[in-house]
């Protein structure tokens, strides 16, 4: 079945670093690759996604590349605020009819002025 | 415009009870997911329903759990004998299949069970 792993944190960082948070995935078909965040006291929300092989999704800075060949999905930001601090899921859906979604445990950012 | 609701946002109950948990879609989405997020953990999928059938239940996780949406809009979750390991944020999420090429979910605050 399907299955994403994502890296574990908590992951800390100062402002203005650099942030990546690995992500890779097991498939069958051609699901699509999201990140959701949740930011504290508040819903899931999508923050990028990508539909098919070398998609770049992109939002408030945040970029990942859909990458068959390594079935990666790393999220990365070039300079972060105490703003994005919050929980960030990587996952994907089942492609076809079927858009249920597969998440993985989640990475607890902390970004510290 | 509105959002996904869910309610009750907190529900504590005892061990062997039956609890509901409402989901309210947005307006018009033909599509309705239920996730379940246990601590540390991302969440996991219980069920899908396209307007009033339940399309793939597959994650359900035992027969005491069941969820209707009889009208195609509001939906219930409903679990039968809680155990302590029910306890967990019970998600929803709605999205317009009309939309090409994706659906995007999306997600309601959560309903928070706890079983004691």
């Known amino acids: 079945g399907n299955s994403v792993t994502q890296m574990e944190g908590p992951v800390t960082l100062s402002e203005e670093a650099f942030l990546t948070i690995n992500c890779t995935y097991t498939a069958t078909g051609y699901p699509s690759l999201f990140w959701y965040v949740q930011y504290p006291g508040e819903g899931l929300q999508l923050l990028l996604k990508?539909?098919?092989?070398?998609d770049k999704g992109s939002n408030k800075g945040f970029e990942a590349t859909y990458r068959k060949e390594t079935t990666s999905f790393h999220l990365e930001k070039g300079s972060v605020q105490v703003s994005d601090s919050a929980v960030y899921f990587c996952?994907?859906?089942?492609?076809?009819?079927?858009?249920?979604?597969?998440f993985g445990k989640g990475t607890l950012l902390t970004v510290n002025p | 415009g509105a959002g996904v609701s869910q309610t009750p946002s907190n529900k504590v109950t005892e061990k062997g009870k039956y609890v509901e948990l409402r989901c309210d879609p947005i307006s018009g989405h033909t599509a309705l997911y239920w996730y379940r997020q246990s601590l540390g953990q991302g969440p996991e999928f219980l069920i899908y329903?396209?307007?009033?059938?339940?399309?793939?239940d597959s994650g359900l996780p035992n027969d005491r759990f069941f969820a209707v949406r009889p009208e195609g809009s509001v939906s219930t979750l409903k679990i039968q004998r809680t155990e302590r390991g029910d306890s967990a944020v019970y998600l929803c999420?709605?999205?317009?299949?009309?939309?090409?090429?994706?659906?995007?979910?999306?997600f309601g605050p959560g309903t928070r069970l706890t079983v004691l």
């Open positions: 999420a709605s999205s317009d299949e009309g939309t090409v090429p994706y659906n995007e979910q999306f």
């Open positions: 329903f396209q307007g009033t059938g339940a399309a793939d």
């Open positions: 990508a539909t098919k092989a070398d």
């Open positions: 996952a994907l859906d089942s492609g076809g009819s079927n858009y249920k979604l597969t």
